[in-house]
């Protein structure tokens, strides 16, 4: 199989080669004495082959793979054999004569070994110099950074840092003294933008919104955001016997579940995740596929194996992630294992929303945007409808929000308000801090 490799003779040139493809590919063992249909024939000296395989560990390998292969001698059949076990590494190892070249690096493919592509070989190099490159340890493009809502945060958990001690304590200047990655990310003000788009249909063929959520802290915009995740997932109530039964668009959790996931894992040096919202679903994107030494199995159990280990314990420091490992289960729970497309340069969540919640949304948006038409005729402007669509998804929603939500400027907001108050179409009920959005009949 793909974890075996037999060899009859221990003076085989080829036993470097499988070793390298192993420490590539996969866990392993190859069975030196031991003829390709399993008849046992023994190796009649094991001290110098055991001693051949170290020598060629230390001398034909690069980088060295001492620490992942060992060596031992077993009797089978009262023969002696030789046997190497091989740990996959997070390295690229290669035959050191070649060099990283197809015939140097290689990989597991079924039961034999073969030469990587070009292709595969650039891509297992810049994997392995991504993975050893901590955010923290990447300057970031800007040098000007002040991070006053990252202290409120911690604050607000009861953690009351300084500026210098904050920047130390929670490693956001490199070792040279500047700004790094994760400093841009938390900083008030910032180059990285964090989308949500919204499409008509079930494809990206036509672009019905698109809101931004980034340029600002990192903490802020997940608030933002999961705020406006939490607008779309509308809930349909029906009343069963003497008692009311809430059912959900989304499962809540596994929604927040796959954003901050997606947020704590993304590869931040190439793009940031993204949030697609098409007739049918959601989709929450974000890149860097895996990271280094995950595998897909361990991925679905829950296996911690963070990306960015300094976000992550900022997140866990504020509560956004509890690091026990339950997230990915329940997402896979509640939708499945094909709820996720694991790609070597990305990771996709789809969930989809539920049909009887999502058939009687439709019904009553085409009805009370029927009711808006025929009592205004056609009185408002494309702004003030999507404002009263907002309202009628979250009553609470604030002004700032609604711009947000709306891709609006929070003056446009403040004129529709007014505007669709001065109509009588809607009215705010209790005070400004505690009070909300009601759209009059």
Not at 283 to 294: K, M
Not at 383 to 402: G, S, W, Y
Request: net charge neutral.
């Amino acid at each position: 199989d793909q974890h075996t490799e037999l060899k009859e003779n221990p003076k085989s040139g080829t036993i470097v080669n499988e070793i390298v493809a192993f420490l590539n590919t996969c866990d392993g063992k190859i069975y030196i004495g031991v003829k390709d249909d399993g008849t046992v024939v023994g190796v009649s000296n094991v001290d110098e082959a055991m001693l051949r395989i170290a020598d060629m560990l230390s001398n034909e390998i690069l980088p060295s793979p001492e620490a992942l292969v060992s060596i031992d001698s077993i009797e089978e059949d009262g023969k002696s054999i030789v046997s190497i076990s091989v740990r996959k590494g997070n390295d690229l190892f290669y035959v050191k004569k070649y060099g990283r070249s197809s015939s140097g690096c290689l990989k597991r493919v079924g039961t034999s070994s073969r030469g990587m592509s070009e292709k595969e070989i650039e891509y297992a190099m810049r994997t392995v110099i991504a993975a050893k490159l901590d955010i923290c340890d990447i300057p970031s493009r800007q040098s000007d950074f002040s991070f006053r809502e990252l202290s409120l945060y911690y604050a607000s958990k009861g953690y009351h840092l300084n500026e210098p001690a904050m920047e130390s304590s929670l490693k956001l200047r490199t070792s040279e003294g500047k700004y790094n990655v994760l400093a841009e990310l938390l900083s008030d003000a910032n180059a990285i933008s964090i989308k949500i788009a919204r499409f008509r249909g079930k494809d990206k063929s036509e672009l019905d919104e698109k809101s931004e959520y980034g340029h600002q802290c990192l903490l802020r915009a997940i608030d933002r955001m999961t705020d406006r995740l939490e607008a779309e997932n509308y809930t349909l109530s029906k009343i069963e016997g003497v008692r009311r039964k809430d059912k959900r668009l989304m499962d809540m959790s596994s929604l927040r579940e796959a954003f901050i996931n997606a947020i704590a894992h993304n590869d931040w040096t190439m793009c940031p995740p993204a949030v697609y919202v098409f007739s049918d679903r959601i989709e929450i994107f974000s890149y860097g596929g895996l990271p280094l030494g995950q595998t897909r199995e361990m991925f679905f159990m829950g296996a911690s194996n963070p990306r960015n280990a300094s976000l992550m314990r900022i997140l866990s420091d504020l509560e956004y992630v509890e690091q026990t490992g339950h997230g990915i289960p329940e997402i896979v729970r509640n939708y499945g294992r094909e709820a996720f497309d694991i790609n070597d340069n990305y990771i996709n969540v789809t969930i989809p929303f539920d049909k009887e919640v999502m058939e009687s949304h439709m019904k009553n948006t085409l009805k009370d945007d029927g009711a808006i038409n025929d009592a205004i005729n056609d009185a408002i402007n494309e702004n003030e409808k999507a404002v009263i669509l907002a309202i009628k998804a979250k009553p609470n929603i604030t002004r700032e929000d609604l711009a947000q939500m709306i891709g609006k400027s929070t003056a446009t907001i403040y004129r529709a308000l007014n505007s669709l108050q001065e109509k009588g179409l809607i009215k705010r009920v209790g005070s400004k801090k505690t009070g909300h959005w009601a759209i009059r009949k």
